[in-house]
């Protein structure tokens, strides 16, 4: 079985200052891993994804990750937040074999950008 | 290029009384996926169908919930006899062809359920 733990619920920055949002997963199995999006009253949209290949991911808007192996880990990033950025923040993990459909989330981190 | 539709956005129930969700996927997928995400929590997988079928319903509880995806129409997630703890928010995705996670899901808005 897989899980996904996002420590922080919360995370405040300054407008142009970098930001991170952590994420850790567990798995005894290989996993995809995803980051979505939620913008206030929209669904998710997918940021990025891990599936094989460069454990360093580009994604929409400036946002890449990096699958950390050894640490189970699947770190978000952006050099310089905008506003707009303000959202909830979703990790996401599924394993390769069947039922990789299924995504498990975590409880989310709210990015807070202030001017 | 409309997203996936779910309807109503909010829906008020009192304790006993029925819901029902909708979901219309995007346009030209197949597959469709009911999430529940209660207060404070990440979203959970409910239930996965496919046109007429239900492919995994392994994360619906076993009473009072069903759902369907009928030839022509949309997805219907229906709980029954609904309880305060069915207040959550439920979301629906959708993806084309393939029942692997390389095929991304897009998600619905949501629609929010109070049960007073």
């Known amino acids: 079985a897989q899980s996904v733990t996002q420590l922080d619920s919360q995370v405040p920055v300054f407008e142009e200052a970098p930001v991170e949002l952590r994420c850790n997963y567990s798995?005894?199995?290989?996993?995809?891993l995803f980051w979505y999006v939620q913008y206030p009253n929209q669904g998710l949209q997918l940021l990025l994804k891990?599936?094989?290949?460069?454990?360093l991911v580009k994604g929409i808007n400036g946002f890449e990750a990096e699958f950390n192996k050894s640490q189970t880990s699947f770190h978000l990033r952006k050099p310089s937040v905008h506003i707009s950025d303000t959202a909830e923040y979703f990790c996401?993990?599924?394993?390769?074999?069947?039922?990789?459909?299924?995504?498990?989330f975590g409880s989310g981190t709210r990015l807070l950008v202030r001017p | 290029n409309a997203g996936v539709m779910q309807n109503p956005r909010h829906l008020v129930r009192r304790r006993g009384q029925e819901a029902r969700l909708r979901c219309s996927p995007m346009?030209?997928?197949?597959?469709v996926y009911w999430y529940r995400q209660l207060p404070e929590e990440g979203l959970k997988f409910m239930v996965y169908?496919?046109?007429?079928?239900?492919?995994?319903e392994s994360g619906m509880p076993k009473e009072r919930f069903s759902a369907e995806f009928p030839k022509e129409g949309p997805s219907i997630l229906r709980i029954q006899q609904v309880v305060r703890g069915d207040s959550a928010a439920y979301f629906c995705?959708?993806?084309?062809?393939?029942?692997?996670?390389?095929?991304?899901?897009?998600f619905g808005p949501g629609t929010r359920l109070t049960v007073l």
């Open positions: 346009k030209g997928h197949s597959h």
């Open positions: 891990y599936l094989s290949g460069s454990t």
């Open positions: 169908l496919q046109k007429e079928n239900i492919i995994d």
């Open positions: 996401a993990v599924s394993g390769l074999m069947d039922s990789s459909y299924k995504l498990i």
């Open positions: 995705a959708s993806s084309r062809a393939s029942r692997s996670s390389t095929d991304t899901q897009y």
């Open positions: 798995s005894s199995v290989s996993v995809y």
